[in-house]
């Protein structure tokens, strides 16, 4: 693909790489996934052992005992989705990505981890996904309007 020789792109910078759009991404599915393994194997296990010592200590461990557990698994259940989230997005920053493409599908995926990090509260996420696609739909138009003056 031959680049276009314009004034206004600076020399040697191929304006139709995904590479940014591709780093955001990738750090927003680490963030993902660090947040996985501290919620599954770390907060999950210690909000157990809290749980089972305040109600020890009370003398209700036999009576709440599956409200704790509730709780945990609910920890579990979301650790696991931030897992999957993160991994997803390893997947699409490093095949879907392509230079000089511009895929739907990429756009609806950032768009669903944007509304559940929200939906979670995850503000972290949400700013790095928010990045991503925001540098993604720009790119996207550069791109759309270099092949448009081609032809």
Known sequence: MAKENR?????????????????ILL????????????????????????GYAI????????DD?????GAATV????GFLLLILGAVS??????????????RGVQY??????????ATADWLSLIAYGLAFVTY???NKTIRRISSSRR
Do not use: H
């Not at 004034?7 to 780093?23: F, L, Q």
């Not at 920890?75 to 979301?78: D, T």
């Open 55 to 62: 109600l020890g200590r009370a003398g209700r461990l036999a």
């Open 7 to 23: 004034s206004d792109y600076p020399a040697g910078k191929d304006v139709t790489s995904r590479r940014t759009e591709r780093i």
């Open 75 to 78: 920890a579990q259940s979301y």
């Open 27 to 50: 750090v927003a599915a680490a963030i993902n996934v660090i947040m996985a393994s501290v919620t599954m194997f770390i907060y999950s296990p210690w909000f157990k052992d809290e």
């Open 65 to 69: 005992m599956a409200t704790v557990n």
């Open 109 to 118: 995926w950032m768009i669903f981890c944007m509304v559940f990090s929200l």
């Open 90 to 103: 390893f997947i699409v920053a490093l095949r879907a990505m392509r230079p000089s493409t511009i895929i």
């Open 137 to 139: 739909v720009a790119r």
